[in-house]
């Protein structure tokens, strides 16, 4: 079986000219970015990288990111993608625990253009480490999971019977940290297919994609179940969506193959699929792809009988286990008892309950322990509960949406802030670990045997964590409340109360985007004005939210542009990115050309934002 690294090679060479990526208008061919990787490999091994160490990426979405995969793959090494959104103290316990030498992150990248590329490069052997995905954990930090190329090659060819193609335009709208991403980059580009990358504020702007499906015709893409709720059902060029990672419910389209992918971490991706055909409350996670086998057993380890709840437990190729925590790795993955051949020697414990239906297909029924999925992303109680406060206790709940969301519920000897205790977390934690509700009680309930009573813990109001009430007075301000008061189910909003402290997070800052339409908000205005009265008043047309720049002689590229520079250091011959323009006046119109020209110079003095090179 060809490794990862060699197919896109072949690719590359087999179709150089055709784009590969698309990112804020900028187009990447699969052999630029082959170059661009092979750039990137040189710079690790003269570094030092080597087989089985760990490298994690900290990059804005982009060109550097994709290439960075393939960079520290093809320098014989093993990466670990994280987001720049990761508080700063995770970062760091991850480096710490993958035992990474260093990060790629921007300023490793620095001059990366003019790195010079070597003659060889490593041998890649499918027993080698290729990739580490960090979740969350138990034991109040995040665990790794490291997969070898055997696994990881075999979860982007399995995922071929249902992914992008050779001909398919795929919209890249999920996160690059999250092993999803084989599915989303990996697959696509496996298969030669064109693959558009939103921005990190773009991919939450359900809008934003709506629009960017019909002007770029894209054909497939992975959508989480929330962000595919708010998109609208209508026939357009997208025809392949999979979505999961959470229970799907109430979703369905008679114009696009609509799939529940169901998968862990620990699988690298995508096990089981089943395409929607209907809505369904409780759509069925289906059968097993190919390579891997799912049986439900009991407490005993015994297969439960049709129609049986069980846990569901899959064998096939998967991770070696997770990083320095063997007593885990041994009691997730065991030998499978009902084994046949060498493909099925392993078996992991899901925890997730389950039963067949009918017809064979496997349904998801709920949580053998206390971890959940918000937005498809795994969130371990314990690991939220030991950074909340000393005392503390986290429970998920399910909203009148269906979105599964978790509270937090804390004792202390005197009254804590609730933005405190938040600034803190976000230190720790990305958004979707955070409590919507921080609940301080007197105590915890118990049971009657002195144990905590999980089940007397009550789901919040959003009206508890209501200011003085003000009412609305402007048509906007009564049109944000009403919003506020249907999405957050609070009755009588005012002008004051925060959409965040009622309970508003970044799904449904989408969905607040899709009831206020008409007033073009995108996500990062909701997360900056967070009240009716601060949305009212700054709605509307394109007037924006101001920006305090620090002016300087010189700024540094942004991404877009680094994207631009790249490509033309690839390709110097290339007059892709040279557009000259004239513009021509009418004699009637009386132009003044100094002043004409005097006015630019001035509004280049005005912005010195607009002055922008490749170092400063």
Known sequence: MQNFVERFAQMAAMHPEKAALVWQGQTMTYAGLENLSAKIASRLLR?????????????????????????????????????TEYPKDRVAYIIKDSRADFAVDAAFLDGIENEKILSEFPEIRMEDAAIAIYTSGSTGNPKGIIHDHFSFTNAIVRQLEIAAGFDDVELSVTPFNFAISTHDILTPLWAGAEIHILTEAQRKDILFIDEYIDKHHITASVISPQLLKQLPVRESSLKLINSGGERISGIYSPYAHIKNAYGLSELLSIAMTFELDK?????????????????????????????????????????????????????????????????????????????????GSIVYVNRKDWMVKINGQRVEMGEVEVQLVKTAVVKAFTDDNGQTYICGYFTADRQLSDAGIRRSLQKKFPPYMIPRFLVQIDEF?????????????????ASDFQSEYIAPETDKEKQVCAAFEKLLNVDK?????????????????????????????????????????????????????????????????????????????????SLEYNNPASMFFPAEMRVDAEKLADAVKKTAEMYPFLKVCAKV
């Open 47 to 83: 570094k030092g990288a080597k087989r089985e160490k760990i490298y994690p990426i900290v990059l804005e979405r982009g060109f550097l990111y994709i290439a960075s995969m393939l960079g520290i793959l093809r320098a014989g090494a093993a990466y670990s993608p994280l987001s």
């Open 445 to 461: 309930p118990l049971t009657p045997n002195g144990k905590l009573d999980r089940k007397a813990l009550k789901e919040p109001s």
């Open 493 to 573: 909003v005012g002008v004051n109360d925060d959409f965040f402290a009622l309970g508003g997070d970044s799904i449904k800052v989408v969905m607040l985007q899709e009831e206020l339409e008409d007033f073009r908000l995108s996500s990062s205005q909701i997360f900056s004005l967070r009240t009716p009265k601060a949305i009212a008043e700054n709605a509307g047309g394109d007037e924006q939210i101001a920006f305090v720049f620090e002016e300087k002689s010189a700024y540094p590229m942004t991404d877009a542009q680094l994207g631009i520079y790249l490509a033309n250091m690839q390709e110097p011959q």
């Open 279 to 359: 809505a369904y409350d409780n759509t069925p996670i289906g059968r097993p792809l190919s390579g891997f086998k799912a049986y439900l057993l009991d407490e005993n380890g015994k297969q439960v009988p049709d129609g049986e709840e069980g846990e569901l437990c899959i064998a096939g190729t998967m991770a070696r286990g997770y990083i320095n925590l063997p007593e885990l790795t041994a009691e997730v993955f065991t030998e499978n008892p009902y084994s046949v051949d060498e493909t099925d020697k392993r078996l992991l414990h899901t925890k997730d309950i389950c039963k067949k239906l009918p017809d």
